[in-house]
């Protein structure tokens, strides 16, 4: 019975590993470069997402500011943000003070079981 020889695994040149090497570099540059890209996408995202918030908030901003414009531009307008602010009356206005209408608070009807049991605290 013969013996299978194995066969000696090769050997490589010193210009090979220089190759691999120069290659395993040029791997690593370009792993490099795309997690630099990925994170200046995701910060340029955030941004994005920061700037769309703030906009919203000026729009908003924007029509609070239309509206008292709006409201100043009339002579009523004007009166009632002096009034309010300032707390001042015309000559010959007193304060009005508004009273609720006095309505009578009324008690419902105890039932049989609560005139009698009354006493218990639960009911």
């Given at each position: 019975?013969?013996?299978?020889?194995?066969k000696?695994?090769?050997?490589?040149?010193?210009?090979?590993y220089?190759?691999?090497g120069?290659?395993?570099?040029?791997l690593l540059?370009?792993i490099s470069l795309?997690?630099s890209?990925?994170t200046k996408?995701?910060?340029?995202?955030?941004?994005v997402?920061?700037?769309?918030?703030?906009?919203?908030?000026?729009k908003?901003?924007?029509?609070?500011?239309?509206?008292n414009?709006?409201?100043l531009?009339?002579e009523?307008g004007?009166?009632?943000?002096?009034?309010?602010?300032?707390?001042?009356?015309?000559?010959?206005?007193?304060?009005?003070i508004?009273?609720?209408?006095?309505?009578?608070?009324?008690t419902?009807a105890?039932?049989?079981?609560q005139?009698?049991?009354?006493w218990?605290?639960?009911?």
């Amino acid at each position: 019975m013969a013996l299978k020889t194995r066969k000696k695994a090769k050997k490589f040149t010193p210009k090979e590993y220089l190759l691999i090497g120069l290659l395993s570099i040029l791997l690593l540059w370009l792993i490099s470069l795309n997690e630099s890209i990925f994170t200046k996408e995701e910060i340029a995202r955030k941004a994005v997402t920061e700037a769309q918030k703030q906009l919203s908030d000026l729009k908003t901003r924007e029509n609070t500011l239309q509206q008292n414009i709006n409201d100043l531009s009339t002579e009523r307008g004007q009166e009632e943000t002096v009034r309010e602010t300032f707390g001042v009356a015309k000559p010959g206005e007193d304060e009005i003070i508004v009273i609720p209408p006095n309505t009578p608070t009324t008690t419902p009807a105890k039932t049989f079981w609560q005139r009698w049991f009354g006493w218990i605290p639960f009911f």
